[in-house]
């Protein structure tokens, strides 16, 4: 028993070399990983009843009379021989990892070549083998095989197994004497080394899955990290400039030797080899990308032929072109390309059909943005239209009045009118205007209103000059004096008296915007909800200041405050706060400005 022991270790030693040049072979390691499919379990069924098989073949021969053969390689069994050998880890290792199915295979197979060597123990080892199969692929369901558990759990199965077997032959094989004294002989060397070789075999395993799993996390992980670097500039969506800088990125951060990105009708930016002749801005020519835009599917050139460079000496021989979509339409495609089709293996393939589907979202997310902001800017104008025709009428009215008794001040209202409506034309084509600018709206607008009520409204400014050329959101300051002239000065009481303060002054890195009036002031009820939505009250409905919250923090985010301040017969005071740059240009969006 013990000179068996060896011999026995030797024969698993074989098996795991050839368990350990399979872990290395992407299709083995490919079938052991994925989710088994029909496909899948019948090759885990080829490769573990070929382990069977083999197992037979490199067994031991043990004679009668127990004495132990050391040939190398068993082909037939004497009618009074049997073999021992380590054909149930391989039952065992494929019930656990494909199921029933794949169990019961495996067990046909090598129990029926083991039959077919014959000896007094073929049919109770043929036997064993498939009931071994049956038996650990049902208790393989429960067990995830990547858990450091399922070594433990594959030991035991295994040892059990084996033990089994030995039960089987003692049951089976005759004469009962003969068989006793086999089971003397090979049980415990059995037992233990099938244990061990399971253990070893599972280790193998496990290791697959595990480098599968960083290799998932490390790609993963780069997707992720080049789809960050890309943001913001597949947010501006397709077009030269962004392409051209997110090519860049890709082709710095992956494998591929060269990166094009298109539209539906042109190529937009190619970064890397072949720049030469792949050139920006030109139609797009190749037979696969066309295919890739109709059909929204991936498409894998490995030839120079199927890539149909027009370039007869191009170096690119290999692309995988995936598709850009928007909503389900596709709008693009972006193109790795590669030298050698070596290169682009199936680990280059998942990277870039992960990126191909986070550049689709960025791009949704884009178009997304796109629609939410003309969607704004329509609320904006709206808004507009509603409150100026009324306005528009009461001015006119006003200097139709005054061209019969003050020519000079119409016309001077007339300018002021420009002014006005000019202002309302830039700000709805702006984010940001200098504030100078919305000084003057709001200065127009008032000399409007002081004809029609003389000497009923005071405006103080009190502004720090060195802020006039920072940008500020239009339509800012204008509603809140408007607002005043309209809710904070109801009756005649005010005549003379009603105060507009406007301030503007640094603190710290931020410029703080105060409009503040002494009018009746908030009720409290309402204080808190004004800036946050709209409300519904006989005063109004507060529109104008949740719209200039709004914008403030979509614009300028954290980094913008808005707060409403109100003492009921004391008055009310709006601030605003907004991050100071150094230009205008450098605020968020910002177009130029002209003082012209």
Known sequence: MIGLLPLMLERVGILLMVAILLSRLKSFRSIVHRE??????ISLILIFGAFGILSNYTGVEIRGGGSVSSQAWQTWIGPDGAIANTRIMG??????????????????????????????????CGLSSVLAGIVTGWLGRGIRVW??????????????????????????ARPFDTALALVKVIGVPMIVVNGFGTLLFMLIIQSILREEARTRATQTQQAFSIADETLPFFRQGLNPESCREAAGVILKRTHADAISITDRQRVLAHAGEGADHHVALQSISTRLTRQVLESGRTGVALTREDIQ???????????????????????????????RPSRLDRAEREIAEGLGKLFSTQLELAEAEKQRRLLKDAEIKALHAQVHPHFLFNAFNTISSLCRTDPEKARTLLLQMSVFFRSNLQGARQVVVPLYKELEHVKAYLAIEQARFPDKYTLRMEIDPSLEPIG???????????????????????AGK???VLRAYRETSHMVLVAED?????????????GSKAVESPEGTGTALYNIRKRIDEIYGSKGQFRIESVPGSGTTVTIRLPVYNSPWEEPHAESFDRG
């Not at 088994?36 to 379990?41: F, L, P, R, S, V």
């Not at 002031?521 to 204080?527: A, K, N, Q, S």
Request: with cysteine.
């Open 36 to 41: 088994h499919g029909n496909a899948e379990k």
């Open 91 to 124: 039952v065992v290792i494929g019930g656990m990892l494909g199921g029933p199915l794949v169990g019961t295979g495996v067990g046909l197979i090598a129990g029926l070549h083991r039959f077919s060597l014959g000896g007094f123990t073929a049919l109770s």
């Open 147 to 172: 858990e450091n558990r399922a070594l433990w759990q594959a030991v035991v199965i295994g040892i059990s197994m084996e033990a089994a077997q030995m039960g089987i032959i003692l049951l089976a």
């Open 309 to 339: 460079c027009s370039e007869p000496d191009c170096v690119l021989q290999a692309a995988i072109v995936l598709p850009l979509a928007v909503k389900e339409e596709t709008v693009g495609t972006l193109k790795l390309y590669y030298k």
């Open 472 to 494: 500020v959101p239009p339509f800012t300051l204008q509603p809140l004096v408007e607002n005043a002239l309209r809710y904070a000065f109801p009756s005649n009481a005010f």
């Open 498 to 500: 009603a105060l507009i």
């Open 518 to 530: 002494n009018g009746v002031g908030i009720p409290p009820e309402l204080l808190a909800a004004l």
